[in-house]
């Protein structure tokens, strides 16, 4: 208490010439709840196809896969192929997420499905995105049964998908999603922004993928207008 | 670690002779100077992000205290705790007793120049907890008992065979003939050997990039998702930043991200940008039972108010030093401070005082890069020039310098005897440069001479020339 105390004080006592406290309180107050969103680039705002083209686009240059799919029945399906392609053991690991769990599994009959969090052992991992951003190929995952964090971190092979509805131009868009959906104020106990697979530069500055992170990220959009 | 801005000329000399080191250091210039002029080349809004970012952390600053203090209130109803550290020793403590309470024997890091900054590894070794680091950098000069030598690539100063030497000397249980030469092979190696760690791990040790007041959120930058699985994996989570880390909103903290990564490494953004806040809740199937942030002040809070104020708007995004031809010619450990570069020129002095850092300030051309460069427009060459003069002010300065001021001094204040001086010296300066006009060597001034050659002044002076042009355009 006597730190906070302290520390409090003598950060008042420097800031004595620059204000009263009680105005300052006000001017505060007024940011916190305005938040206002500053200077948001041009280049996310689009309309919506586009901005799914954009997303894409920018995805893919930070080295993710990035493939559209009509209805999430097609899931189970894409995922084996993906495994199958690149030699992997026909087996996915994915949390509670209603989304993932309404396809139709079963239908592939090679593929294991494994619930849960993962403790390390996982190749593979499967993940349902909050939201996405346009502006930087970057996907918002919260936390939770529906969509365990660790899945996005131990597995090597992350696959992420995404309603296309859910990409938005920018950053400040995912708060105004996270405010509607955890209130104000209040956040998902985790939001992972992930832009791409794990890389490292710290080899002589080279980057190289895959460091503790996946090695590799495909991103599945769920976009019933596909064919547009 | 221990302060040695003091021995900079010798470190200097040092570094200017060490082969690895300076082959080392040309991957700096290479690897980030054109990959930064590009994003932000890319990105039209970039100038104006960078005003608006250096607006939020300056209304941030003037409001300081408040927003300390609804960031307390917000961990705190998420069910995290926030300890409050005057000082290094505090803040080590703190994690000291958390790390007690728990039984801890080992602590995972991910990569913090904070826990650099209070010393928390070797506090941590001699309490007999075993700190890893598993940012891949940090995890290196880890193995080698080194330092970082830069904020965001602690490993820049090492080449790839130094680090396939470290790795034979340490991952013993590894066979002895397996392949290391390809840099993948070392990545690969580093990520099975921590693997295991993180899991081990009773404790979680991250620092933060931004702290969020309206959420109590702490969040971390970074591409390699070693931090996320440190703050996810191990039973307690411990976040240690510095109070001048906090933004107001989650949207300012999106507008200063768009000029950290783009400044950083060249990214539009990094790998992963984690919001944290809180521990595990009911329906969390992962995530830390408990979170605790440490704030430190560490001499934060009398840099308020004062000519190096600006400072604290410091992202850490070490786009100064590299651009810094000073950083380039000597690498970071030059500076014998946890802070390297232009912006540890200007910090180190303000946290460690100006006796202790004497020379920092001066490692220095004043060229402005880091001021052209730095999104936060800190403007540091003019703090540096600040500490020059206190440091002339409380006659820290070394004596050959002081003496040559002061002999400047004694001819600036008399014209006549200045200018006859001058006449003199140049013609003699002249022919010991000879055909060349370049001075290899000049008396008394080894210091600059030794790594770079000194033109030699050929014609006639400055007044000379002066006075001739002035007569021949006189009407
Ligand atoms: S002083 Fe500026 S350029 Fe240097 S690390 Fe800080 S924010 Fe980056």
Known sequence: ???????????????????????????????????????????????????????????????????????????PHSVSRYLRERNLPAAIRMGDDARLGAADWLSER??????????????????HAFAA???????????????????????????????????????????????????????????NFVTGPSRSGDIEQKILLGAHGPRALHIVVVDPAKDR | MQLTSHKFKSHVSKALVDAQLQKALGNVEKGFIDKRAKAAGALPEFESLRDNAK??????????????????????????????????????????????RRGARTVTKGKSMITEEIGLNDFLSQHDIEPVETDLGEYIIQLRGEHPSHIIAPAVHLN??????????????????????????????????LRQRYFEADVGITGANFLVAETGSSVIVTNEGNGDLTQ??????????????????????????????????????????TFSTGPKRPDDPDGPEEYHVILLDNGRSSMLGTEYQDMLRCIRCGACM????????????????????????????????????????????????????????????????????????????????????????????????????????????????????????????????DHRDLPAPEGPTFMQQYRKHQASHRP
């Open chain 1, 1 to 75: 208490m006597t730190a906070k105390h302290n520390i409090l004080t003598r950060v008042r006592t420097a800031l004595g010439s620059q204000g009263e406290a009680a105005g300052r309180r006000e001017v505060v107050e007024a940011r916190l709840s305005g938040a206002p969103r500053g200077i948001v680039p041009q280049r996310g705002q689009l309309p919506r196809n586009e901005r799914i083209d954009l997303f894409r686009a920018q995805a893919e240059s930070v080295n993710a896969t990035v493939e559209t799919v009509g209805d999430y029945s097609e899931l």
């Open chain 1, 110 to 127: 090679t593929l294991e499905i494994l619930k849960g969090p993962t403790d390390g052992s996982d190749m593979a991992g499967l993940s």
């Open chain 1, 133 to 191: 951003v346009a502006e930087t190929g970057t996907l918002a995952l919260t936390a939770g049964g529906d969509n365990p964090t660790t899945l996005n971190f131990l597995p090597e092979y992350h696959i992420v998908v995404i309603h296309a509805d859910d990409v938005e131009g920018d950053m400040e868009s995912i708060w105004d999603r996270v405010r509607t959906r955890f209130g104000k104020g209040e956040m998902s106990r985790v939001v």
């Open chain 2, 55 to 100: 607006a939020i952390k300056d209304h941030t600053l003037a409001n300081l205290d408040l927003y300390l203090e609804t960031y307390e209130a917000r961990v705190t109803a998420a069910g995290g705790t926030v300890h409050w550290a005057e000082t290094a020793a505090d803040a080590r403590n703190i994690v000291l007793d958390i790390c007690k």
């Open chain 2, 160 to 193: 790839k065979d130094q680090v396939e030497g470290d790795f034979r000397r340490v991952h013993t249980h590894l066979p002895e003939f397996r392949d290391l030469t390809e840099p993948t092979a070392l990545l690969s190696e580093a990520r099975e050997v």
């Open chain 2, 232 to 273: 996810t994996l191990g039973k307690v989570h411990v976040v240690v930043a510095s109070i001048e880390k906090i933004v107001p909103t989650l949207e300012d903290t999106s507008q200063i991200l768009r000029v950290l990564a783009r400044s950083a490494t060249g990214q539009d953004m990094s790998v992963y940008t």
């Open chain 2, 322 to 449: 590299n651009h810094c031809p000073v950083y380039h010619a000597v690498g970071g450990h030059a500076y014998g401070s946890v802070y390297p570069g232009p912006m540890g020129a200007v910090l180190t002095p303000s946290l460690n005082g100006i006796d202790k850092a004497g020379h920092l300030p001066n490692a220095s051309t004043f060229c402005g890069r880091c001021e052209a460069v730095c999104p936060m427009r800190i403007p540091l060459p003019k703090m540096m020039r600040h500490w020059r003069e206190q440091e002339f002010e409380k006659h820290l300065s070394a004596r050959a310098s002081r003496y040559g001021l002061g002999l400047w001094a004694f001819f600036a204040r008399r014209p006549k005897l200045y200018r006859a001086a001058v006449s003199l010296a140049m013609p003699l300066l002249s022919r010991l440069a000879g055909k060349r006009h370049r001075l290899g060597a000049l008396p008394l001034a080894g210091g600059w001479t």
